[in-house]
């Protein structure tokens, strides 16, 4: 399935969420089901990463400040640009 495609008849799409903070993730899953999103909550990035991931769509919302590294998944930290070449500056 491309981005530009619609999901399919009964198919949901899933937004992972990864924060430390409980009521975060709580509050982000209520959020989520209340607009049809299903929802899957990891409290480290550790967790997301060892997690069993379907072909679902979907999409991840990261805590950057997570006191892990998020760069686990990708994510650069706080201030730096992931395509700009930091050995310059």
Known sequence: MGP??????GERAIVHVVDD???????????????????QTYAAA????????TDEPGCIVIDIRLPESSEAVGVPRQGENANSDNSRH
């Open 4 to 9: 530009d495609m619609p999901l399919q008849t």
């Open 21 to 39: 903070d409980a009521p975060i993730r709580d509050a982000l899953e209520g959020l989520f089901d209340t607009v049809g999103l299903g929802s």
């Open 46 to 53: 550790r967790d997301f990463m060892a997690a069993s991931l």
